[in-house]
């Protein structure tokens, strides 16, 4: 129906930087907001980043003026550009978005993941 598929994640040093994109595809007649979430080792999922369908953005304050997030649109794109990573940025990033498929309703839907880990 609709899959998110993520791809970007690797191995960096401290201080480096990396670019996460997630591709949204299936049946879908409307894209709404998309994020970014990560888990690191033994703690919980927490919100990175969000991007509204106005472009508006919204940013936890561990990653604000590190990240930024992005979407395009036209290929149902959502990017995560991350600066000057730190060690404590290693985690599972997972991509989300709110989506309306053809004939559906509105979900939320997930990606499977890409690791980020950042040596020091």
């Known amino acids: 129906q609709v899959q998110l598929v993520e791809s970007g994640g690797g191995l960096v040093q401290a201080g480096g930087s990396l670019r996460l994109s997630c591709v949204a595809s299936?049946?879908?007649?409307?894209?709404?907001?998309m994020g970014w979430y990560r888990q690191g080792p033994g703690k919980q999922r927490e919100l990175v980043a969000t991007?509204?369908?106005?472009?508006?953005?919204n940013y936890a304050d561990s990653v604000k003026g590190r990240f930024t997030i992005s979407r395009d649109d036209a290929k149902n794109t959502v990017f995560l550009q991350m600066n000057s990573l730190k060690p404590e940025d290693t985690a599972v990033y997972f991509c989300n978005a709110n989506v309306r498929p053809y004939g559906g309703y509105v979900n939320d839907y997930w990606g499977q993941g890409t690791q980020v880990t950042v040596s020091s």
């Open positions: 299936g049946s879908i007649s409307t894209v709404n907001t």
């Open positions: 991007i509204f369908a106005g472009s508006n953005t």
